[in-house]
């Protein structure tokens, strides 16, 4: 048995322990072919975290696994051997890697506990989100990141999104002021379609107020025309 400590992302994600043990005493026909793995996810307070999304990759086959956390923040997910898995959370429409647990692929019986501790960010950029030129009709590019997003506020009853909207200094102030507007509302009511809790989502616009890069060049202006997700629980 060994025991493994990470402290990687400590701002959002810490994985307090991994334990991988051989031979566990148990008849399920499933230990032939995977490995166990019970996840335990809380906040940095320990307090629990019900209807999270703990996704597992494997590096060689591409295989995902995913298993959503019950009311005690506990889930159980069985991990085919012969991989190394990374280890994800579903967070604000992102999935966000930071660890990863090893499955080998040999005789006997492997299980093992993540202890997984992490906070939602205060703010977060989506990037996967884009808007036609000058105009708030989202690309349909952006619906994948968005239905994420949603899911998420659906398992997640307690969970607030406030979307704001940013944009170049291309324009007048006025113009965009509206435009900021008019894309963060788009969200918005993308979203409360998709999740069922239009009431849960808030939205506002900052024009050009709050640029991120320099405007003088075509890559900052592209940085600054902007969705950003405020999520509070």
Known sequence: M????HYLLPFLFLVLSLTIKAQVQK???RYLTSGLIHCVVTSFKGEVKSG???IFEGKKTKTKVEAITDKKGLCDVWLPKGDIYIIKVLTVGKEQDYSTIEVPNQPGQYGGKISIQFELPLT?????VLFETAQSNLKPSSFASLDKLAELIKRKENLKIHVVGHTDNKGDDASNMRLS???AKAVKDYLGRKSGSPDR???DGKGASEPIEDNSTEAGRKLNRRTEIQARE
């Open 181 to 183: 507007l008019a894309r």
């Open 2 to 5: 060994k025991t493994i400590q």
């Open 201 to 203: 989502i808030t939205f």
């Open 124 to 128: 977060a950029t989506l990037d996967d």
């Open 52 to 54: 999270e999304t703990i």
């Open 27 to 29: 008849s399920d026909p």
